[in-house]
């Protein structure tokens, strides 16, 4: 066992999944020195094993794992795998952590992961991840990284077979533990959890029954990457299935011995995911159907994927409670018994294959492990956390994110590992930047007297590219391409292993300019460039040819179609990337100011966090007071006080010297670039007029409480919406104690036209104030009547709560909906009870309705056209990737977080709020801000000074010059392009789109076209 000390002080991240991450890639990119752990043997964690997630159409594995976990450019962060947690002892800022690594028994700097391992012992290496156990030589999943497998020494019977094998001499059957301590100031718990096994359930057929499988089991019989290679097959006999079901909260949301409380949060969009993924895919010779309690798509536009399922896909959709699942012994068909609302007869149905959709259990080793750290866990085992402070545990100095917190999906965990990163962060200093670049890369060749020797590397993407189109035909045919030296299919290529590879043959062949036949430059240009640097070419002279989003995603249903036009399309990009030529990038001071605009519970936290670590804040709020809409909120559901809160909070920011606060302000003018912005504000009640400087803006400016026409709101005191319910609770308790019978009737206002997304805080408040009333006056009768109950995770503990009360929960359907009665003698609502089939009258006292948010849409209007920035369909803003950045905004230094962004409740609203601030900082410890290259140039000998330019640009950057041309300050463009489009003497150009090379593509697309 070998021993060592590490001084050096740094933030400790323990768990490898999306969220370890993603907290560890901002503490680096905010320059911080970050230790990342997990005990298994790749960093990735359970996401690496998904395809695809939702929605479909903009985003899948491939933008999720090694986007996030190829991390070898940040060289701050330190990837340590099979490590755990031996012992802490100090406290926040000084901790001491002994950690443990385990033998790998092989070198994963020599291991290429070639696989002739496997091929040479069968019986020790398996690659098909989900669905067998772990052998003697193991890699779980494609995207691993590091992408090495991992020896289990103790089946091994032959070490010396082992290393014969391997040709780079990666085996090392002499490897040991090592143990180490670390100084650091912050440790970030984020390891996760696992997914329930239902095969201790006898009624389901989970373990017993080959054709019942859990939805991650389905993912892998879907992925190109599993046991059947993309191809959908029946376990027992490989057939393709005609009939599939998903069977929704199993081993959740239940009193059953085995069955967790909660709500898993992630079930129901990720069987919807799989069932639309299954119908893209074969269409109408697959059935799918859902067998669902309440269908809890609750997060920013979920409902519209929810429609889209039904109304586009054809999924059909079944409430009810399934109570059992049998096999037909000869035919390995499934028979699901079933009860529905409406029909006290149990129905039957037969199905191909079954999907239990299982939810999220702590393990044991999580627990042990918070014994080790010190922290508090809850009833259900999860790290306990409080409402205002959402990231931080029981222990101070330690943070905690993603589903080691609660249960929660990916947005929401890349949130909350913003948000642990930027608490974690602040406990260290903020080292300045240097201006030294993070990686060292070789001189540029120059490459301007050669001839265009380029490089085609085709990526299959798994399903999303090699399961519509034959990648090694294609291949084939690029290579016959006029200027194409080299053209090689490399799998997924932005993997580790393929980058590394393809390094190697650029190399090796002399290339000098490279096409990228894969997925979205959005999301991986920066990763190819980066490749580029490292082979000694400009970054400028890759070009990436989108075929995923642009051909197998929209033509899946036609494959030779998308075959040919994958080739032209990759024709296009030889013939531009042959006109390419090596371009500089322009860089400009950063500008550490930070603009907030809102000044409710996000605005100020994003704003104290910022302040404390020393920037400069403007915090903008066009009210007289701090606090926004939460001024209005007395209590949240677990109990906490949200007023005394917004005190005490809008107290901190007005005594904080970095923060100045500007009430009664409105944004009114915006220029400048990414770190360089000038902003212009109206102050005060005279409205003088003010201009400040900022490098980042983070948008904060909430929503408003909905209050739609419906039921006599507004004509009738004794209708109320829960907002009003919440202050007469806390203002007027003896009204409410008066109460005989109230009514609440859930989705007023939301998941109807003209908003037809879920508000996501509706059933809480519901719950919330039913609690309250009921503890004021025990023997008031309360209905609650709904669509969809939808207290995601740990909410559902309240509702069941509720139900033990004595609340009444009456679901109706949106074509029968409530109808209210109101006059002298009292209110009286109408609905049909699904579970009695008949009509039924209720008396009420109060008429509660659950109207939830709805977007500010004229103030994110006139800020998304001043700031440029888009918006949902519904007014809300629009974050730049639903994924991986849904804090980030589309124009760089843009950040949303709170209602802005979405409807969420305060806890939900605070955690982005430190979301935005971490990821602020990645920006604003930079001393410089690199603008890219891509601005317009002007050619003097064509201008004619006609100063068409002048008028058009939209951010003011052209003017004429002492020579009489117009010029362009690279330092100011913003490379839009719409100079270059209305130039009458084409004399201007956008770098990296010049006129060339554009003609160039169209030149590929027609050249061979008969």
Excluded at 159 to 179: H, M, N, R, S
Excluded at 750 to 770: D, L, M, T, V
């Amino acid at each position: 066992m070998n021993t060592r000390e590490t001084d050096k002080q740094s933030v400790l991240v323990i768990g490898g999944g999306v969220g370890g991450i993603r907290a560890a890639l901002d503490l680096a990119e905010s320059r911080r020195d970050v230790v990342l752990i997990d005990k298994s043997y790749a960093i990735g964690g359970l996401m690496t094993r998904l395809d695809r997630t939702f929605p479909t159409n903009n985003c899948d594995l491939c933008t999720i794992s090694p986007h996030l976990s190829e991390s070898g450019r940040q060289l701050r962060l330190d990837l340590k795998p099979m490590t755990v947690v031996e012992q802490v002892e100090g406290q926040a800022g000084d901790f001491k952590v002994t950690i443990r690594t385990l033998p790998r028994y092989i070198d994963v700097e020599k291991c290429t992961a070639c696989g002739e391992c496997a091929e040479k012992f069968p019986d020790w290496v398996r690659f098909t991840p989900g669905l067998d156990p772990r052998a003697p030589t193991c890699m779980r999943y494609p995207q691993a990284t590091p992408y090495a497998f991992s020896v289990d020494a103790d089946k091994v019977t032959d070490f010396d077979a082992l290393q014969k094998t391997c040709k780079v001499g990666a085996i090392i059957p002499d490897d040991q533990e090592k143990t180490e301590t670390l100084s650091v100031a912050s440790i970030i718990l984020s390891t996760g959890a696992e997914l329930f096994d239902p095969a201790v359930l006898d009624n389901f057929g989970g373990g017993q029954f080959p054709n019942v499988v859990t939805g991650l089991e389905y993912e892998r019989l879907m992925s190109a990457s599993g046991p059947t290679l993309g191809q959908l097959a029946r376990p027992s006999d490989n057939k393709r299935p005609a009939r599939v079901a998903w069977i929704q909260c199993v081993g959740s949301r239940g009193i059953n011995r085995q069955d967790v409380p909660y709500c898993s949060s992630v079930c129901c969009m990720y069987a919807l995911k799989e069932a639309i993924v299954t119908k893209e895919r074969f269409a109408e010779d697959i059935e799918a159907s859902i067998f669902y309690m309440d269908m809890r798509t609750c997060g920013k536009d979920y409902e519209l994927y929810l429609n889209r399922a039904v109304n586009e896909y054809g999924v059909k959709l079944v409430r009810s409670r399934p109570h059992s699942v049998v096999e037909d012994s000869e035919t390995g068909n499934l028979v699901i018994t079933y009860a529905t609302d409406d029909d006290e007869r149990h129905k039957t149905e037969v199905f191909d294959m079954v999907v239990l959709s299982t939810g999220f259990r702590i393990p044991a080793s999580t627990r042990e492990l918070a014994g080790r750290l010190g922290i508090d866990l809850n009833e259900h085992g999860y790290a306990q956390t409080s409402g205002f402070s959402p990231v931080a545990t029981s222990r101070p100095g330690i943070y905690v994110c993603g589903v080691s917190e609660s249960p929660k999906d990916i947005p929401e965990t890349m949130i909350q590992a913003s948000a642990a990163a930027a608490m974690a962060g602040t406990q260290m200093h903020l080292e300045q930047d240097t201006g030294a670049e993070e990686e060292d890369f070789p001189p540029e060749i120059d490459v301007s007297g050669q001839n265009p020797r380029v490089g085609v590397f085709v990526c299959d993407c798994g399903p999303n590219i090699g399961d519509v189109i034959t990648v090694s035909a294609l291949v084939e045919k690029v290579r016959s391409f006029p200027g194409v030296a080299y053209a090689e299919a490399v799998g997924y290529g932005c993997s580790k292993e393929s980058m590394d590879k393809m390094e190697t043959l650029i190399r090796e062949h002399g290339l000098n300019r490279v096409v990228i036949g894969g997925c979205s430059p959005r999301t991986h240009e920066t990763k190819f460039q980066d490749m580029m640097r490292r082979c000694g070419l400009n970054k400028y002279l890759v070009e990436i040819v989108n075929i995923r989003d642009q051909d197998t995603w929209v033509h899946m249903d036609r494959p030779a179609d998308a075959t040919r036009k994958a080739v032209k399309m990759l024709e296009m990009g030889v013939h531009a990337v042959a006109r390419a030529h090596p371009l500089m990038e322009h860089s400009l001071p950063m500008n550490q100011n930070v603009l907030v605009v809102g000044g409710g519970v996000t605005g100020m936290n994003a704003a104290l966090i910022l302040s404390d670590q020393g920037f400069r804040v403007y915090l903008v709020e066009r009210e007289a007071r701090l606090g926004g809409i939460a001024r209005n909120i007395r209590a949240t559901l677990e109990g906490d006080d949200v007023g005394r809160y917004i005190t005490e909070l809008a107290g901190k920011v007005t005594a904080d010297q970095k923060i100045q606060v500007l009430t009664q302000s409105i944004i009114v003018d915006h220029k400048g670039m990414p770190g360089r912005f000038t902003t212009g504000i109206q102050t005060g009640p005279r409205m003088h007029y003010m201009q400040i400087e900022h490098g980042v803006s983070i948008l904060a400016t909430g929503a408003l409480a909905n209050r739609p026409g419906q039921y006599q709101l507004g004509e009738d005191d004794r209708v109320m919406t829960q907002l009003d319910m919440d202050a007469k609770i806390a203002d007027d308790p003896e009204s409410v104690r008066s109460m005989d019978q109230a009514v609440m009737i859930q989705c007023v206002g939301s998941r109807e036209p003209g908003n037809p997304n879920c508000s996501r805080i509706c059933c809480q408040s519901a719950i919330k104030n039913a609690l309250r009333m009921k503890a004021l006056n025990p023997d008031m009768q309360i209905y609650v009547l709904y669509r969809d109950m939808r207290t995601y995770g740990f909410q559902e503990d309240y509702y069941r709560e509720a139900r033990k009360q004595g609340v009444k929960f009456i679901r109706y359907e949106p074509e029968s909906r409530p109808e209210v009665r109101a006059d002298k003698a009292g209110l009286a609502v109408c609905v049909y009870d699904e579970v009695l089939g008949r009509y039924l009258e209720i008396s009420a006292d109060a008429l509660v309705l659950s109207t939830g948010l709805i977007a500010d849409d004229e103030t994110t209007e006139d800020l998304s056209v001043m700031f440029h920035l888009p918006r949902s369909d519904d007014g809300y803003f629009l974050e730049d990737h639903v994924k991986l950045r849904p804090t980030d905004m589309s124009v760089r230094g843009f950040f949303v977080a709170g209602t802005a962004h979405a409807p969420k409740s305060i806890r939900e609203s605070i955690t982005q709020a430190q979301a935005a601030a971490g990821r602020a900082q990645t920006l604003l410890s930079k001393q410089w801000i690199n603008l890219g290259a891509s601005v317009a140039k002007v050619d003097g000998d064509k201008c004619a000074a006609c100063l068409i330019c002048v008028r058009v640009c939209p951010y003011n950057v052209p003017y004429i010059n002492a020579e009489g041309y117009s010029e362009i300050d690279p330092a100011r463009c913003h490379g839009c392009g719409t100079c270059v489009a209305d130039c009458p003497a084409r004399a201007i150009q956008l770098m990296q789109y010049e006129d060339d090379q554009i003609l160039a593509k169209l030149d590929g697309l027609f050249e061979r076209m008969n």
